[in-house]
């Protein structure tokens, strides 16, 4: 019994120290823990009027490009030094020359033939007087006057032959001298000096440098971006044709090129699947056209519409699903769905969801709670 007793013991003693210690204990604090508020950088949205710009690029090519070809056959007997690759020229000028004894000596001999038919016309048609005065004093006979009306009227086609040869022989004889139909440069030329030529032979290939084009690829959701009207109508008509800019690392620096969207084609690349505009530079628009080398390859900004109430956010801080983080008037985090306009580098741009005044939520939280208190701080700040 002693044995047993022991063991009871030590536990009453155990169980009632236990006891005080719990009685002796301070009260547990049973006041909530509160989180403390996280700071985030936040942005006022300000919905503005934004014009919107298509990007695109391009090769410069001209408008108007024309084979420079001989007309008349013989040898070349002067070349102009402005007929060379990258040659420049004004309208007017003569570019090159063909030996033209051969067609002086036409010429000559057709204006003999045309004076010698004139001779002839003359003195038919005084014959045909004369027998019709004589007619109508019945001093000649019907036959005789019907006689003189036929030479009269064969002498009459024998000068509009010569005459016509005369204007034959006049116009080979000119075309001896190329000149330029326009202002321009040479693009390649093959023409060279005591070189005989045949009519219909390639000489140079001319294009003008008023007017240069460049024909850009876009894809069809850039479209949207565009005057609707430029879908409906081939030629733009000049006071309706976006702006269009141009630019590229030339020379050592940036360069910039004022123009205009010219056209646009009325069908989809089979290959690329894009839509092709053609962009126009003119001294009208930009007098420095004669700058831009052709074959440049270009960056164009093709001027758009206006969409009103848009708001630019940077892109970081559209979440998936196209949502956003604003802040409250109670400053807590609220989810926010919006409508993306377009994306622009590192800026979208949102056409729906957001009002003047809303506080975005910038820095991206790693596990945002919708309701969730926040401490707003201005991007500025």
């Known amino acids: 019994m002693t044995r047993l007793r022991l063991p009871l013991i030590i536990v009453a003693a155990a169980c009632l120290l236990f006891y005080l210690l719990q009685l002796s ?142 204007s034959q022989a006049a116009l080979e004889l000119e075309r001896c001298t190329l000149s330029a139909p326009y202002s321009g440069r040479v693009r390649a030329a093959s023409a060279a000096l005591g070189q005989f030529v045949q009519r219909g032979t390639p000489l140079a290939s001319l294009y003008a440098t008023d007017h240069l084009e460049v024909r850009l690829p876009l894809a069809d959701s850039q479209l949207a971006f565009l005057d609707p009207a430029l879908g409906q109508v081939g030629v733009v008509p000049e006071m309706a044709a976006p702006k269009v800019r141009l630019r590229a690392n030339f020379a050592g620096r940036e360069r910039v090129w004022q123009g205009v969207v010219a056209r646009t084609e009325g069908e989809i690349d089979p290959q690329s699947r894009m839509v092709h505009i053609v962009a126009e530079v003119t001294t009208a628009t930009d007098p420095t056209v004669d700058t831009l080398p052709i074959g440049l390859f270009v960056d164009a900004d093709i001027s758009g519409i206006t969409v009103a109430g848009v708001a630019a956010i940077p892109r970081s801080s559209l979440l998936q699903n196209n949502r956003v983080l604003v802040v409250d008037s109670e400053q807590r985090l609220r989810f926010r769905e919006v409508q993306v306009l377009r994306m622009s580098g590192d800026t979208a741009l949102i056409h729906k969801g957001l009002s003047d005044g809303d506080l975005l939520c910038l820095a991206p939280l790693p596990t945002p709670v919708d309701g969730m208190s926040v401490v707003p701080v201005s991007r500025a700040e």
Do not use: M
């Not at 006041?31 to 508020?37: D, M, Q, R, T």
């Not at 001999?109 to 045309?114: H, S």
């Not at 001093?139 to 509009?160: F, G, N, P, V, Y």
């Open 25 to 166: 204990a301070p009260a547990p604090n049973t006041e909530p823990v509160v989180k403390p508020a996280v700071a985030v950088t936040t942005q006022s949205i300000e919905l503005e009027d934004i014009k919107l710009e298509v990007t695109s690029q391009g090769s410069v090519q001209p408008r108007t490009q024309t084979p420079l070809i001989a007309r008349v056959a013989g040898e070349i007997v002067w070349v102009s030094p402005a007929l060379r690759s990258g040659g420049r020229f004004q309208r007017g000028d003569t570019l090159l020359k063909i030996d033209s004894a051969d067609y002086e000596l036409a010429h000559q001999q057709a204006k003999a033939e045309q004076q010698r038919s004139q001779a002839e016309f003359t003195f038919a048609d005084s014959e045909l007087r004369r027998i019709e005065s004589l007619r109508n004093r019945e001093l000649a006979s019907d036959t005789q006057l019907q006689q003189a009306q036929r030479s009269r009227d064969i002498a009459e086609a024998a000068l509009l032959r010569a005459q016509s040869a005369l």
